[in-house]
């Protein structure tokens, strides 16, 4: 093999190296803005049935509100249950349909903030199976004890 021959395996190898590293290194996860004093609490998948999710809440913030975003399809939000770390439950009456991109109403969690537990949630995606699913991500507000 010639010196040129080398040079073309090397910088071919070397440019593959480098395209390589820079796809595996790119994030393909998205970037959610969060409004100030709001934490995101997490997201879920919704089905097309009537679909019942739970959400674990692994942190012991305390919350004043909570509110959800929904993306993809519009969803029928037909039940909500807030249970909190120290057992006592919110189920506020609440059956509507939220569009798609659109936030829910804020819902009151108390003006001392609560530690939440987990959020029950019982709803469905409107819609055509061929046209995806719903996804719904909570926020919570942070109790802020200045204010």
């Given at each position: 093999?010639?010196i040129?021959?080398?040079?073309?395996?090397?910088?071919?190898?070397?440019?593959?190296?480098?395209?390589?590293?820079?796809f595996?290194?790119?994030?393909?996860?998205?970037?959610?803005?969060?409004?100030?004093?709001?934490?995101?609490?997490?997201?879920?998948?919704?089905d097309?049935?009537?679909?019942?999710?739970?959400?674990?809440?692994?942190r012991?913030?305390?919350?004043?509100?909570?509110?959800?975003?929904?993306?993809g399809?519009?969803?029928?939000?037909?039940?909500?249950?807030?249970?909190?770390?120290?057992g006592?439950?919110?189920?506020?009456?609440?059956?509507?349909?939220?569009?798609?991109?659109?936030?829910?109403?804020?819902?009151?969690?108390?003006?001392?903030?609560?530690?939440?537990?987990?959020?029950?949630?019982?709803?469905?995606?409107?819609?055509?199976?061929?046209?995806?699913?719903?996804?719904?991500?909570?926020?919570?507000?942070?109790?802020?004890?200045?204010?």
């Amino acid at each position: 093999m010639n010196i040129f021959t080398c040079r073309k395996i090397f910088i071919s190898y070397f440019l593959f190296a480098l395209i390589f590293t820079g796809f595996s290194c790119s994030s393909s996860r998205r970037t959610l803005a969060v409004e100030e004093g709001w934490d995101l609490l997490g997201e879920l998948k919704v089905d097309f049935g009537r679909d019942r999710d739970i959400l674990e809440i692994l942190r012991s913030t305390r919350y004043t509100n909570i509110k959800f975003k929904v993306e993809g399809k519009e969803i029928r939000l037909n039940e909500l249950k807030v249970v909190y770390r120290n057992g006592d439950k919110l189920e506020p009456t609440i059956d509507e349909t939220i569009a798609a991109d659109q936030f829910s109403r804020i819902i009151e969690l108390g003006p001392e903030g609560k530690e939440i537990l987990r959020i029950e949630f019982r709803y469905r995606t409107v819609g055509s199976l061929l046209t995806g699913r719903a996804k719904v991500i909570v926020f919570g507000k942070r109790y802020n004890p200045g204010y």
